[in-house]
């Protein structure tokens, strides 16, 4: 499961770093129309919109504008705050009771209840569902009879869920886990009505949530028009009338878009345009620290990366890349080098640590040639680096790691790039096993905590360990560290298990990326919430 470690004060480092750095963007630019929508660019998201199969970023953009769970992380300082929970109490860390606010519906009319929350989380952890984000409920107790390892389940129900209300219900853990409220943040966590379970394939058609914005229509490979739900009972409102989502297999034609008038909003400004983004958008534009970091990942069910010897070879190439080159020339100034595996908006205090990686990500030619060459050299001879070519600037930022891999084993054909025409196509050669060699393995941290930035990727079986790695010790400490209620101490044990991958190479960390957004003269109020999302709801349009 993601789970997540000491929220609180792990917010309050994530508060320090986005005041110092202000993560606010556009002035009131006058009146406002609430009932003006707006335009933004996107992606097709891989899977279905439900909230226990969302692990990427543009299915989770949807879910967090049609949905609001238990808890929500706060938009300017990711702290995990009660939302739909009325009290979340424990006496001893294992036994939850939680309370559901009253007041709360689906758009559909139906009561949110307890129920609602029991049914979408078991619905979630089933093993026939299939759901990419059932690791999420792995410490509630009864998972492994409706989740298991082997075999078929013998259950349709997690034990440790009761509905004892009609908003009311108790978890129970299979451990003590101090901070799993602030866990429920997470979209995979939301409720769901009464009609996804009565006609699946019609909710999955147009998904029904409990959040500021209905889904007005989606037509796949073109767009989602997101219309303002008029009776949403939160505090959070949206300040506009619904965002159409456009789909973009290239942000550079989304950006130009964008200069000429036809669209809103980008948030992901392309690394070619940042030399012109000053002079084209001014104050419209927004550059702000972010919980991501981009990486390069091993299919370690390929036995030419994972033998004896291998984690020479992944820690030659990481030497090879020359990061701060890359950054300085491509990125300008939105992407700052790896030290280590986290992201610097965590602060000391909540985990990060500046130089973990050491010397296996300094660029150095000579010690890659040689730690390559002990590891029993690249397999086939050559290298191949899989991204997506729709979103993003890979196809830059590859080829220029290509090319500096190249020169410092001086050979121009040691690294090839294979571009994946769009995000979700590359994504299902993902999960389907396809990799042959490294590829694109970018995180957006769910929640500002060093254990989701570790976890969820590295741990055996983890919901997104997309190159299936494995470590016993790895593991070992990350448990430890999940049970253990001293902040202090729980950091120390999760910065030991970010040691072991430093020390197995089990992914090269590249570098930590700022969240970007420019906008149309029609907007204000943009901002960037932690995770690098757009705060749709609060956007309004003139």
């Known amino acids: 499961m993601r789970g997540a470690m000491h929220a609180g004060w792990a917010a309050c480092a994530m508060a320090v770093a986005l005041a110092a750095t202000g993560c606010g963007g556009g002035g009131d630019g006058g009146g406002s129309d609430s009932g003006a929508v707006l335009s933004a660019s996107w992606g097709d998201p891989q899977n279905p919109l439900e909230p226990s199969n969302t692990n990427e970023v543009q299915g989770g953009k949807v879910l967090d504008m049609i949905f609001r769970g238990?808890?929500?992380?706060?938009?300017?300082?990711?702290?995990?705050?009660?939302?739909?929970?009325?009290?979340?109490?424990t006496s001893d860390s294992q036994n939850f009771t939680v309370t559901v606010k009253d007041g709360w519906t689906f758009s559909n009319g139906e009561k949110v209840t307890a129920q609602s929350f029991v049914d979408a989380w078991n619905y979630g952890a089933s093993l026939r569902n299939n759901q990419r984000n059932a690791y999420f409920f792995g410490y509630i107790e009864g998972y492994d009879q409706v989740h298991p390892e082997e075999g078929d389940q013998t259950a349709d129900t997690m034990s440790g869920l009761?509905?004892?209300?009609?908003?009311?219900?108790?978890?129970?853990?299979?451990?003590?886990?101090?901070?799993?409220?602030?866990?429920?943040?997470?979209?995979?966590?939301?409720?769901?009505?009464?009609?996804?379970?009565?006609?699946?394939?019609?909710?999955?058609?147009?998904?029904?949530g409990n959040g500021p914005y209905l889904v007005d229509s989606y037509t796949r490979g073109s767009q989602m028009a997101l219309r303002k739900w008029d009776d949403y009972p939160g505090d959070d409102k949206a300040q506009n009338g619904g965002v159409d989502l456009k789909v973009y297999t290239d942000n550079n034609t989304a950006y130009t878009d964008l200069i000429?008038?036809?669209?809103d909003l980008v948030d992901d400004v392309p690394a070619a345009q940042l030399k012109n983004v000053q002079n084209d958008l001014g104050d419209r534009y927004l550059n702000s620290p972010a919980g991501i970091i981009q990486t390069l990942a091993f299919p370690f069910y390929d036995e030419n990366w994972n033998k004896p010897g291998s984690e020479k070879v992944r820690t030659g190439l990481s030497k090879a890349i020359d990061r701060k080159?890359?950054?300085?020339?491509?990125?300008?100034?939105?992407?700052?080098?790896?030290?280590?595996?986290?992201?610097?908006?965590?602060?000391?205090?909540?985990?990060?640590?500046?130089?973990l990686c050491g010397d296996a990500c300094e660029y150095d030619p000579d010690a890659a040639k040689k730690l390559i060459e002990e590891g029993g050299g690249l397999p086939g001879g050559k290298v191949t680096i899989t991204f997506?070519?729709?979103?993003?600037?890979?196809?830059?930022?590859?080829?220029?790691?290509?090319?500096?891999?190249?020169?410092?084993?001086?050979?121009?054909?040691?690294?090839?790039?294979?571009?994946?025409?769009?995000?979700?196509?590359?994504?299902?050669?993902?999960?389907?096993?396809?990799?042959?060699?490294?590829?694109?393995?970018g995180w957006q941290m769910d929640y500002p905590l060093i254990q989701n930035f570790l976890q969820p990727l590295y741990y055996t079986d983890a919901s997104s360990n997309d190159g299936k790695w494995s470590n016993e010790e790895f593991d070992d400490l990350v448990d430890r560290a999940n049970q253990e209620t001293d902040t202090a101490k729980a950091i120390d044990l999760f910065q030991q298990a970010e040691g072991v991958v430093r020390d197995n190479m089990a992914a090269i960390p590249l570098w930590y990326q700022n969240g970007s957004a420019g906008w149309s003269d029609r907007l204000s109020d943009v901002k960037l919430n932690p995770f690098s999302v757009p705060v749709y709801d609060q956007i309004k349009v003139s």
């Not at 890359?326 to 130089?355: H, N």
């Not at 001086?410 to 994946?420: F, I, K, L």
């Open 260 to 263: 000429a008038g036809n669209l």
């Open 162 to 208: 009761k509905v004892t209300g009609e908003r009311t219900f108790t978890v129970k853990l299979t451990q003590k886990f101090s901070t799993f409220p602030d866990t429920l943040g997470y979209n995979a966590f939301a409720p769901l009505p009464r009609a996804f379970f009565d006609d699946h394939d019609a909710w999955v058609k147009k998904p029904v």
């Open 70 to 89: 238990l808890k929500r992380y706060d938009p300017e300082t990711g702290e995990a705050k009660d939302m739909l929970a009325e009290s979340i109490e």
């Open 388 to 441: 997506n070519a729709d979103t993003g600037s890979h196809r830059e930022w590859v080829n220029a790691v290509c090319n500096s891999i190249n020169n410092a084993l001086d050979d121009e054909r040691a690294c090839t790039a294979n571009p994946v025409g769009t995000f979700a196509d590359f994504r299902n050669e993902i999960t389907d096993r396809n990799m042959t060699g490294p590829f694109r393995a």
């Open 325 to 355: 080159q890359i950054t300085d020339t491509i990125f300008q100034k939105t992407r700052t080098p790896a030290t280590d595996w986290t992201s610097p908006v965590l602060g000391e205090d909540g985990g990060y640590q500046a130089g």
